[in-house]
């Protein structure tokens, strides 16, 4: 039995996901997760003001000014975050996008909604989405996507008046500036600063001297996913040169994202609904640039590809969030913090909002990555690694891996050379005790990076912790084979 019949809309479903709720909550086998809670005091109804939210595509969080990185390459989220009710630190749920944003979207877990890989990209027809619930608490929804997931072909549809392409951002930057301060939910989501990466001489010219003067000559014109193909494999790690050209690429697309993203903020001030709207700017994940070998996003859940920024500014009159400045909450808890605000009580199976403390530490999955099963725990600045791995490295298999997570499988476009392969060793190893897993423990250091640590007992403490989160919804483990076949 699945996990997503927690979150369905059908009568039978809904029945028996209370039933399963209250026994679950009963015997106390979810730490609070899974208990129901009221739902946070938000404005009157005549009082509820926009929610704009904003994510991007492969924004790590240690290259944010405001959250430590260089100076100058992000202002206006520096500015932002400066400002806002809470900014920090947070843990993307996956370190792909397909996983990420769908978690975000429905405050499931990415093995409890199964968009979980490039096969099973969409979010099934009885996944409860943000938009649709924002739409049926009387939100008019418009929404401006980018990239080859987050589109209707996908589900990501559901719940707009209008979802459409994101392109040079105008009709976004219009949107914002004709807000008139009712209930309205407005999603920008840029695909910046992942690849591809172009180089644009005058994002040089913007930044500050000293950073200009630390980025490496005669960059390459242009990278994508397919000029960083070959470093997909561990054992040809991006080294030297390369690394340093591709790292400076990959921050000229951060200035750039950060400027798009200024215009945007500069929009929604001139509407004059500033005061009175809900905004939320994050990322859906982080990105590798050679770190134990990742490239891109998807390769491991290592803190460059889960840790992002998050920055949230209240309207005027909320109720004040209940997360210290400091810890790092999920990402997958703005599903329920964004429904509570507009007085929707979300479903005990999703993610605690952010007007809730308690602890509650960020799991994160990645799926039939390298041949690999990734899970990881973050509890304060310790993370555990569980890995188990259902097929043997290869160069053949992380190619494979690595380019289907460029695009969908989908006409014109081919499985991959090795993928599947890949697929039918996935589908056939249960994802959490399959093939005996590697279990690790390492901390993360005061700005960016990790070590080993050594503590047996601390590590088993997050291996357990890490086993009731996963398993929490779950009636019993199933091969992702038997998942979708239940789909």
């Not at 750039?256 to 929604?268: K, P």
């Not at 304060?380 to 188990?388: A, I, R």
Request: charged letters at 20%; one cysteine or more; a neutral charge.
């Amino acid at each position: 039995m699945g996990s997503r019949g927690l979150a369905r809309r059908g009568p039978l479903a809904r029945a028996a996901a209370a039933i399963l709720a209250l026994v679950l909550a009963l015997l106390g086998l979810l730490a609070g997760a899974g208990c129901r809670r009221p739902a946070a005091s938000a404005p009157p109804d005549s009082d509820r003001g926009p929610i704009v939210l904003v994510t991007c595509d492969g924004l790590r969080a240690d290259v944010v000014g405001a959250l430590g990185g260089e100076k100058g390459l992000t202002p206006n989220f520096d500015r932002l975050a400066a400002g806002a009710d809470w900014a920090g630190r947070a843990v993307a749920p996956s370190s792909w996008t397909v996983p990420s944003m769908a978690s975000l979207w429905t405050g499931l877990r990415p093995w409890q909604h199964q968009a979980i890989d490039a096969e099973r990209p969409a979010l099934s027809w009885d996944l409860l989405t943000l938009p649709e619930a924002l739409k049926a608490a009387g939100y008019r929804t418009r929404g401006f996507s980018s990239g080859p997931w987050l589109t209707p072909r996908f589900g990501y549809g559901r719940g707009f008046d209008e979802l459409t392409a994101l392109g040079d951002g105008d009709a976004a930057v219009a949107r914002l500036e004709h807000l008139t301060g009712g209930r309205e939910l407005v999603w920008i989501h840029l695909p910046e600063p992942h690849v591809p990466w172009v180089r644009r001489p005058w994002l040089r010219d913007a930044l500050p001297d000293a950073l200009q003067r630390e980025l490496p000559g005669g960059l390459p014109r242009s990278a994508d996913a397919d000029d960083l193909a070959e470093f997909a494999d561990p054992a040809r790690p991006l080294a030297g040169e390369d690394r340093e050209s591709y790292r400076a690429l990959y921050l000229l697309s951060v200035v750039w994202a950060d400027m798009r993203l200024g215009l945007f903020l500069d929009a929604l001030k001139a509407s004059g609904q500033w005061g009175r709207t809900l905004l939320v700017v994050t990322s859906a994940e982080g990105e590798a640039l050679g770190e134990e070998g990742r490239v891109l996003t998807g390769g491991g859940l290592g803190r460059e590809l889960i840790e992002v920024p998050l920055a949230i500014k209240l309207p005027a009159g909320s109720r004040r969030l209940a997360v210290p400045r400091g810890v790092r909450p999920s990402t997958q808890r703005l599903f329920a913090t964004l429904l509570e605000s507009a007085g929707v009580e979300p479903s005990p199976a999703v993610a605690p909002s952010l007007f809730h403390g308690g602890a509650f530490p960020a799991l994160s999955e990645l799926y039939l990555s390298g041949g690999e099963n990734r899970l990881s725990l973050v509890d304060g600045d310790d993370q555990l690694l569980w890995e188990t791995r259902f097929l043997p490295p290869s160069a053949e298999v992380y190619r494979a891996s690595f380019a289907a997570r460029a695009r969908p499988l989908l006409p014109p476009f081919a499985p991959p050379l090795g993928f599947l392969r890949l697929a039918a060793a996935f589908d056939a190893a249960p994802p959490l005790s399959g093939p005996a897993p590697a279990v690790s423990l390492r901390r993360w250091d005061a700005a960016s990076g990790s070590r080993p640590l050594a503590d047996p007992v601390r590590r088993a403490a997050l291996a357990k912790l890490l086993r009731a989160r996963w398993g929490s919804f779950l009636a019993e483990e199933t091969t992702p084979g038997e998942e979708a076949r239940e789909r």
